[in-house]
């Protein structure tokens, strides 16, 4: 009897290294895009999307997963009315044609257990250029309220912007944006 219960677990734990892919989407109150760049060398402007979207999926047994994220370009909040609306011309996002931006992973990157980079495609402006997004932080654990598994994370990357079209006033308003994205996600 001891020999088959041994057996039993055994096959269970073997059976756990198996594991599934686990999706996710992501939380609206707490998933961000953010950007920055150097303003005529003043200051750092800072400025985020209030709409974005992601789903997610990921297998931390065999370390593989995507992300497909999705930001509202019309949801651009600088602080400024009038500046969100400048930010939403022709000459940077132009969101009357291009009323989003997306980002496809084409691998996830692990170091050890955790995700260290995505490796993926940004399209802004109808143009897609690959991008690596470093996560510089990673955590999945069951969320105290909703009693649900969770998985959030921040991952940043740097882009140029002339490359997307959106290069007015370049270089004396920064070429180089830093992208930083704050996401939460609530397993489905």
Known sequence: MKKIFALLVAAGISLSAFAAPESFTSDANHTFARFEYSHFGYSTQQSRFNNTTAKIV?????????????????????GSKLFDG???????????????????????NFDGDKVASIDGNLTIKGVTKPVKLTVTHMQCMDHPMLKKLACGANATATIKRTEFNAGKYAPYVGDDVTLTFAVESIKD
Do not use: C, M, N, W
Not at 58 to 78: H, P, Q, Y
Not at 90 to 108: G, M, N, R, V, W
């Open 86 to 108: 400048h930010i939403q011309g022709e000459d940077f996002l132009d969101t009357a044609k291009f009323p989003t931006i997306t980002y496809k992973s084409t691998k996830f």
């Open 58 to 78: 990921l297998d931390r047994v065999a370390k593989t997963g995507s992300v497909e994220a999705v930001i509202d370009t019309k949801s651009v909040d600088t």
